[in-house]
């Protein structure tokens, strides 16, 4: 009798769980994030829609493999709590219209001393444009420092729901005005400056450049500062980039997380995709705003299966089309994630691969003159 009973309910157990489990993690996940909420849609029949449900627990655990980045937590941490370290960082200085803050690091190679003034990068961290913060980035700003013998600055921006998209490309315009107005007091040179942007970061980049270059009067930035800011820009280094958010948008509608996803939110709805866009945008622009636009590198795993490496492939040929200076490099076996991780640390996998390619490229951006 008994070992009859246990024949019934091991199977019944694990079908409950196969079931159970999917429904359960992809029904907080949209409790907590966002039900389907399209005019017509009945959100919960929508929401327990089967190939959402087993769609969204995917992407759900998915997220359990960020756990295998705990070394990199606790190497940062350490880092910061080193006091031999200070005087490689500046951290916590407020700018911009929101109060926001970035930190800088300083490279380790270079003599502050002499007065000559310092290259400076920009690094625009990603996060879907609803997460993220500067401190995650400290070693990757290092590194990077050290790389490139500029001096780094990663500003926060009000991502969503502090902001939209439009607060952000603000506040990333806003950390370039901190640039030029208080960079000298930190030797840093403020007409040579390059972008660099990871994800999300890679998109408002993209955009701020692009809004600059067309002198948009949303940022509300004078239109002769907005001249000087894009002229100062020397280059953009895109990886693992956002390009169409409409693309972007189809894209998560695969993997059932366009409801989750603060993307169509930090944009205001789907009307807003096409302005967003930097497909888009540059479709719209006149002559002379071509021109100001900043030569692009565009960096993308082949194995991103968070943004598809189509998206910076497209990008390109639009780039090429349009006669803007632009570099592609596709690399093999790279994820979404490798892309920022492995630039943390230099015994990470795709660290001097990644790097080589940045050095070559940021070269490219400071020799060249109009
Ligand atoms: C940085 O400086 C070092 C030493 O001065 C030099 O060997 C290296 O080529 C420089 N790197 C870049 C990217 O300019
Ligand atoms: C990304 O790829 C690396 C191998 O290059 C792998 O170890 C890691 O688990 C992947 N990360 C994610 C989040 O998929």
């Known amino acids: 009798m008994i070992s009859l009973k246990c024949c019934v309910s091991i199977p019944a157990v694990a079908g409950a769980l196969l079931v159970g489990l999917p429904y359960s993690i992809s029904l907080v996940a949209q409790w907590l994030y966002g039900w389907p909420n399209k005019p017509g849609y009945q959100k919960y029949i929508e929401a327990l829609k089967p190939r959402r449900i087993y769609c969204l627990a995917r992407a759900v655990l998915?997220?359990?493999?960020?756990?295998?980045?705990?070394?990199?937590?606790?190497?940062?941490?350490l880092w910061y709590s080193n006091d031999k370290n200070n005087k490689h960082y500046v951290k916590g200085i407020t700018f911009g219209r929101r109060g926001n803050k970035l930190d800088l690091y300083y490279s380790p190679r270079l003599e502050l001393s002499d007065e000559s003034p310092v290259p400076v990068v920009v690094f625009v961290y990603g996060g879907a444009w609803g997460s993220g913060d500067r401190s995650i980035?400290?070693?990757?700003?290092?590194?990077?420092?050290?790389?490139?013998?500029?001096?780094?600055?990663?500003?926060?921006y009000s991502i969503y729901p502090?902001?939209?998209?439009?607060?952000?490309?603000?506040?990333?315009?806003?950390?370039?005005?901190?640039v030029r107005?208080?960079?000298?007091?930190?030797?840093l040179d403020q007409d040579n400056i390059i972008l660099i942007g990871h994800s999300a970061g890679a998109h408002l980049c993209a955009l701020t450049s692009l809004f600059l270059a067309s002198n948009v009067e949303e940022l509300f930035i004078e239109t002769n500062k907005q001249k000087d800011l894009v002229t100062a820009i020397k280059g953009?280094?895109?990886?693992?980039?956002?390009?169409?958010i409409m693309d972007h948008y189809n894209h998560e509608k695969v993997r059932a997380v366009e409801y989750v996803s603060t993307m169509h939110k930090a944009m205001d709805g789907v009307?807003?995709?096409?302005?967003?866009?930097?497909?888009s945008l540059l479709k719209k622009m006149k002559e002379d705003q071509l021109k100001r636009v900043?030569?692009?590198a565009l960096f993308h795993g082949t194995n991103d299966i968070i943004v598809p490496v189509e998206s910076s492939v497209r990008f390109s040929e639009l780039l090429t089309s349009l006669s803007i200076r632009m570099s592609l490099y596709l690399i093999p076996k790279m994820n979404h994630t490798d892309m920022v991780t492995d630039l943390m640390a230099p015994d990470r996998h795709f660290y001097h691969t990644v790097y080589g390619c940045i050095k070559h490229e940021y070269s490219k951006f400071q020799t060249h003159t109009d």
Do not use: R
């Open 62 to 77: 998915e997220m359990l493999k960020y756990l295998q980045y705990g070394k990199l937590y606790f190497q940062w941490k």
């Open 137 to 156: 980035y400290c070693l990757l700003a290092l590194q990077m420092a050290k790389e490139l013998n500029a001096s780094v600055i990663c500003p926060d």
């Open 271 to 279: 009307e807003n995709f096409d302005y967003y866009s930097p497909t």
């Open 236 to 244: 953009i280094i895109g990886l693992s980039g956002v390009y169409s």
């Open 294 to 296: 900043p030569p692009m």
């Open 162 to 178: 502090k902001g939209n998209v439009l607060n952000m490309v603000q506040d990333i315009s806003d950390s370039l005005l901190w």
């Open 181 to 187: 107005q208080k960079g000298h007091a930190f030797s």
